[in-house]
């Protein structure tokens, strides 16, 4: 099983970006995914999370301004309007899975995709 993220890059300020990650491998179910970010120098927090039962949750700092969502069974996406320079961090997808012959949901993370936001 494996976390793929993607549609990082540099934009400036007040732009959007749409963030993808895939899962894929011998998946059973997935059950909360969310979305985190971690800048230098500090520590990884959380930006988004959506519930196997679909409600969600956002840092103070992007509501109102990202969604998190699910396309199918294994893609979530993060939208991200209005960007500002603040937002520029590293963001990492992660998953709860339960994988075929597994009676319980692993944690996984994908390999992180850069958002710098500059003028």
């Known amino acids: 099983v494996q976390l793929q993220a993607s549609g990082g890059g540099l934009v400036q300020p007040g732009e959007f970006l749409r963030l993808s990650c895939a899962a894929s491998?011998?998946?059973?179910?997935?059950?909360?995914v969310g979305w985190y970010r971690q800048a230098p120098g500090k520590q990884r927090e959380m930006v988004a999370l959506?519930?196997?039962?679909?409600?969600t949750d956002y840092a103070d700092s992007v509501k109102g301004r990202f969604t998190i969502s699910r396309d199918n069974a294994t893609t979530v996406h993060l939208q991200m309007n209005s960007l500002k320079p603040e937002d520029t961090a590293g963001y990492y997808c992660?998953?709860?899975?339960?994988?075929?012959?597994?009676?319980?949901?692993?944690?996984?993370w994908g390999q992180g995709t850069q958002v710098t936001v500059s003028s």
């Open positions: 959506m519930s196997s039962g679909g409600s």
């Open positions: 491998g011998s998946i059973f179910s997935i059950g909360a």
């Open positions: 992660n998953a709860d899975i339960r994988a075929y012959g597994s009676g319980r949901y692993v944690s996984y």
